[in-house]
């Protein structure tokens, strides 16, 4: 425990570890780089009375400008091919490893899967929080089993897929943040690669002779870069908002005034609208709010156009969901964790 003491980082600033580069300053910082640490920095917090927030690549938060607590920074690393099944080739990979990097390992390897999700910001503990996903893939897909420390029982726990509670942009870690810190994820690619085309952007690959992994990562890649705006130039958050799921009816409404809305049926009868199209149509997109602003380049994105706290960005947030309320009678919901 004198250990743990003697490893905080006093007045550790948090502002080049966000990618919305809020300004965020952390009471103490912990690089945590081996889970053997983790029994020991929570009993210290709780004896301290500090809490505790474990953050990875800070590529989903939205961070207060002061946290009287204990910062803690997942670094664990490791990946690597741990076996096989008859269909499935199975990989390791621990949550302080960056998402991206390990998608090009794998495509690296031959192995493929994880292409539609390449160049998502991020490291690979964050990635089955809040399920990350695009181009018609989802980290669900793909999670063989994850090994997570439960804070309540002090102990390490392996969860299957089902267990882990897995929804669109949702998971039982996102709904228990307080309790559960991910420490590594397990992933099961198919042997028997066939690429997942049903995105607009990917699906003239499918003419393409001798499709690779690779080629498909490579046209993510072109297309992420061509749409979103990059968070080393322009501060964000990816997605500021979730895609909406409205009942049918509210989406007829919507597809009578425009009838070429995006809009996507759910299996549950309900449709998934768009909610960069519905910002747009609502008039914001560039729209800015002191130094917080909405991408001109991508209408779901909030940025950071310098020197932004969390109260601009929330205040930003709040000005977004009104207009879109009023104009179309919907409500969105932030995707980014407020911290
Ligand atoms: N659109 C507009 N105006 C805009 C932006 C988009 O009208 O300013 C329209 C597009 O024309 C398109 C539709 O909205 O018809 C959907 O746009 P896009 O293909 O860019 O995808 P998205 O639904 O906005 C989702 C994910 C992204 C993911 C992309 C690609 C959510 C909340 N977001 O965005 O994930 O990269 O699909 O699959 O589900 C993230 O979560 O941070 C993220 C970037």
Redesign the pocket.
């Known amino acids: 425990m004198t250990d743990l003491a003697a490893s905080l980082i006093p007045d550790f600033d948090l502002t080049t570890r966000n990618t919305l580069a809020l300004e965020a300053r952390s009471r103490f910082g912990l690089l945590l780089d081996h889970p053997d640490q983790l029994p020991d920095l929570f009993s210290y917090a709780t004896d301290s009375d500090l809490p505790v927030r474990i953050l990875g690549g800070g590529s989903n938060v939205v961070l207060a400008p002061e946290f009287h607590g204990i910062t803690a920074l997942l670094t664990l690393r490791g990946r690597a091919v741990i076996g096989e099944t008859a269909d499935h080739v199975l990989i390791e990979a621990s949550a302080g490893e960056n998402w991206h990097d390990l998608v090009q390992w794998t495509v690296n390897r031959g192995l493929g899967g994880l292409e539609n999700l390449a160049l998502i910001p991020g490291t690979v503990g964050a990635a089955p929080v809040q399920n990350i ?3 018609g893939a989802e980290l669900s897909e793909f999670l063989h089993t994850l090994r997570a420390f439960d804070r309540s029982s002090g102990t390490t726990l392996t969860f299957s897929r089902d267990e882990c509670g897995f929804a669109y ?1 949702d998971s039982v870690f996102k709904q228990h943040p307080d309790r559960f810190v991910v420490l590594s994820v397990q992933l099961a690619l198919r042997k028997n690669w066939t690429a997942n085309l049903a ?1 607009a952007g990917l699906s003239e690959l499918a003419q393409a002779a001798d499709l690779t992994p690779r080629m498909v990562m490579d046209q993510v890649i072109a297309l ?1 870069t061509s ?2 705006p990059d968070w080393t130039v322009t501060p964000n958050a ?2 500021f ?3 909406p799921i409205v009942p049918e009816t509210q989406a007829a409404s919507i597809l009578a005034e425009f009838p070429a809305a ?1 809009c996507y049926p759910q299996p549950d009868g309900r449709m998934k609208l ?4 519905l910002i ?1 149509r609502s008039g914001l ?1 560039g729209y800015r709010l002191g130094p917080a602003g909405i991408s001109e380049r ?3 994105v909030l940025v950071n156009h310098g020197g932004a706290r969390q109260a601009d960005i929330s205040a930003l947030a709040d000005h977004v969901k009104a207009t879109v309320l009023a104009r179309f009678g919907i409500a969105l919901h932030e ?1 980014p964790i407020f911290l």
Do not use: I, M
Request: proline share 4%.
């Open positions: 996903g695009a181009y942009r995105f992420r749409k979103l990816g997605s908002f979730q895609n995006p768009s909610a960069g199209w747009e997109k991508h209408a779901l995707e």
